[in-house]
């Protein structure tokens, strides 16, 4: 009124007065409601504006009806001006009171730098306010508009200006807050940051976060698999479904790291049924309990047929297919481990290939609808049996498809995948946390990597283009330097590493010892025979022109020779027929 009026000309007992019998009774009661006398000042966030903006705006509102309903000669614009003052009054000086608490707390914690938009940013900053593990010092932020500025107190700078802030204010570690949702944006940013040599944290998920459900101490390390990943094409819908939905699959080698995503990604197309054919009884009860509890939490009620055997079991084979009246086979069962298949080149020779051609021909002559071979880049001019052994298995399937054309058979090859079993990643792992050395065979080496459920979906739509014995080749990406592998998982774990006697050493650091090429390895792999691949329905996956029909004749009748060779444990004959074979088989 004073504010209105110029001045307090109205008498203490004049009728205005009255309106607040209403009002002040109404604000407290509206503020009690909506909880702001619970609220503690220091840990009050910016919602509260908001809460504080209803009361007050209840409050000037009751003050407006009831003065002009009951004629109390207060002027309409009073309402407004006192809508203004309270809310300053009512939530400036809890906001005041707030920041002079914070300031004058002595933030502990690691110096960190928070990478993200500066929204989920300041949702981070806020959660980090309740925990002294961690004290932001800068955000990052790719955005032009919000360089320069400030976010809760904490500048935002541009990518280009961090190492010169890491250093400032002596940040070694960086915490990614950039949403699941943007896996593109979050592997760029994690990567850059490693690069620099900090230790990369992942904010688990932001709505977990704030919502409680998890804790900032919850934060973990960036995974080398999240690195190395890439942006995934989705799938073609038909081509998921074609061969899996509503039919009977079987999965060789179904608990291995390639079958057991396989089952998974064949379960989510809701089959009728799902053959487990597994050589491990360990292997096999991890996977059926896994696919259990998947089913159980989608409510579907898929049959799932575990069975524990040989591929080399002839009768057993052919037995679970016609059982169960198999409409498609992923042949995923094989020895893939290098140097242990060249110390066990009998073994492996009798696994992958005629393992292959007992499930080939068993698909064949139960009329199994689709058959599909999971082959290897190592298949690609062998340097090692496992290679040659999977090579050989691509022409056995070759020759099913001409002797069974009912079957579309087909092969579908590839490079590592991160984190299976036999990958060096595990290794490397171990080794750093360990304390080194990381044994690396040889500083130039190169392999391609994809993740295991990229590479099962990919291998899933491969079976639907098939028609009769193609190789399907999926796109790996650029190849990757294992050099460059071991350094980026040390760093991932805050060290630094160096190829030990070649490079200075580095304090606290990781020492890289080269060792020599093993038995049969190769420094770089290839994915085609020959130069030429044909592209297909999916841009990731590509074909290698078919064999002439006599080539494929001609190696099928030298795996006969091959197997006599077996059957007398003769190694030294069967690598002088394996040299026979039209695989251009280069043993080192």
Known sequence: MAL??????????????????AVIPVTLVTFTFLGLYRAVVRYMADRAVRTVAIGVAVSAVTMFVVSQGLSLRVPRSVPGIYFALLLIVIGGTRFVMRGIYLSLQTRGGEPVLIYGSADVGRQVLQTLDANTSYNPKIFVDTSDTMTGSDVAGVRVIPPSQIEQNIKKFGIATAIVAIPETDATGRRRAARQMSEIG????????????????????????????????????????????????QKTVMVTGAGGSIGSELCRQILLQNPSKVVLFENSEFALYQILENLKALSANDGSNIDLIPVLGSV???ALVQKTISNHNVDTLFHAAAYKHVPLVEDNAIEGI??????????????????????????TDKAVRPTNI???????????????????????????????????????????????????????????????????????????????????????????????KILDLARTMARLQGREAYIDELEPKIPDGLP??????????????????????????????????????????????????IEDCISMGDLDRIKRALKKLPIDYRPQ
């Open 350 to 375: 009798r696994n992958n290939v005629f393992g292959t051609e007992t499930v080939a021909k068993a698909a064949g002559q139960c009329r199994v609808k689709h058959f599909t071979l999971i082959s």
């Open 386 to 480: 496992m290679g040659a052994t999977k090579r050989i298995a691509e022409i056995v399937m070759q020759n099913a498809a001409e002797q069974y054309p009912e079957t579309k058979f087909c092969a579908v090859r590839f490079g590592n995948v991160l984190g299976s079993s036999g990958s060096v990643i595990p290794k490397f792992n171990e080794q750093i946390r360990d304390g080194g050395p990381i044994t690396l065979t040889h500083s130039e080496i190169t392999r391609y990597f994809m993740t295991i459920p990229e590479a099962a979906q990919l291998v899933i739509q491969a079976s639907a283009m098939a028609e009769a014995g193609e190789i399907y080749l999926l796109d790996m990406g650029d190849p990757i």
């Open 512 to 561: 890289i010892k080269i060792t020599g090429l093993r038995p049969g390895e190769k420094l770089y792999e290839e994915l085609l025979v020959s130069d030429q691949s044909e592209a297909t329905l999916h841009p990731r996956i590509m074909v290698e022109p078919t064999k002439p029909h006599d080539q494929v004749t001609r190696g099928f009748q030298a795996i006969a020779a």
């Open 4 to 21: 209105r009026l110029d001045g307090i000309t109205t008498p203490f007992y004049a009728r205005p007065w009255l309106v607040l019998l």
């Open 312 to 314: 080399t079991n002839e």
């Open 198 to 245: 900090l230790d990369v944290r992942i904010i688990p998920n932001i709505t977990d976060l704030i919502s409680g459900r998890v804790q900032i101490a919850d934060l973990r390390r960036i995974t080398v698999e999240e690195l190395l990943g890439r942006e995934t094409v989705p799938p073609i819908p038909d081509l998921m479904t074609k061969t899996t939905t």
